[in-house]
T-cell receptor
Framework: QQPVQSPQAVILREGEDAVINCSSS?????VHWYRQKHGEAPVFLMI?????EQKGHEKISASFNEKKQQSSLYLTASQLSYSGTYFC??????????FGPGTRLSVLP | EPEVTQTPSHQVTQMGQEVILRCVPI?????FYWYRQILGQKVEFLVS????????KSEIFDDQFSVERPDGSNFTLKIRSTKLEDSAMYFC?????????????FGSGTRLTVV
């Protein structure tokens, strides 16, 4: 079952912060985050495997709340290069992996 | 950095024709996947492949689709009789192991246009 992402779209000015949420109705083994720029393939950002885990990648970090079956992606001091569509991907204990519908992020100068 | 390569980058075909999309996964990866993305929509899982057989497939992956690893390097997706609604971007991906800490590495995709 597809995870839910919110918001669907967000517009930021350079330097502003954003949070993208991903939640599932199923118990999750892991959560992946990907960024896709227009016309390109999704690019892997990070995977979170354990409840309570947090990971960082430059100024992009994420957390995984296993009990709530949700993950959040944090983008701080956004840069123009952060623009794109962010997909979470959730994997359940049956090794079923499914992408969320995506959150379109636009960073303006 | 190792990458997944896909050919062709763009394929235009007439409805009812067969197409074969090609992928060369990363050489030490063992799990291979096909995903598709209709323009502006989400990335949808089609099929996963391990040890020369399909390990998982979605409802989208019906009898008109097939996958093959004809040699040690290529991984192909065949659509037997294309329909207009097959028009999409098709991504191949690979992972070293099934539950990978490194995530999926995607190829740059093949844009299939059925006319």
């Amino acid at each position: 079952q597809q995870p839910v992402q919110s918001p669907q779209a967000v517009i930021l000015r350079e330097g502003e912060d954003a949070v993208i949420n991903c939640s599932s109705s199923k118990a999750l083994y892991s959560v992946h985050w990907y960024r896709q720029k227009h016309g390109e393939a999704p690019v892997f950002l990070m995977i979170l495997l354990k409840g309570g885990e947090q990971k960082g990648h430059e100024k992009i970090s994420a957390s995984f709340n296993e009990k709530k079956q949700q993950s959040s992606l944090y983008l701080t001091a956004s840069q123009l290069s952060y623009s794109g569509t962010y997909f979470c991907g959730t994997e359940d204990y049956g090794q079923n992996f499914v992408f969320g519908p995506g959150t379109r992020l636009s960073v303006l100068p | 950095e190792p990458e997944v390569t896909q050919t062709p980058s763009h394929q235009v075909t007439q409805m009812g024709q067969e197409v074969i999309l090609r992928c060369v996964p990363i050489s030490n990866h063992l799990y291979f996947y096909w995903y598709r993305q209709i323009l502006g929509q989400k990335v949808e899982f089609l099929v996963s492949f391990y040890n020369n057989e399909i390990s998982e497939k979605s409802e989208i992956f019906d009898d008109q689709f097939s996958v093959e690893r004809p040699d040690g390097s290529n991984f192909t997706l065949k659509i037997r009789s294309t329909k207009l609604e097959d028009s999409a971007m098709y991504f191949c991906a690979s992972t070293e192991v099934g539950n990978s800490d490194d995530g999926y590495t995607f190829g740059s995709g093949t844009r299939l246009t059925v006319v």
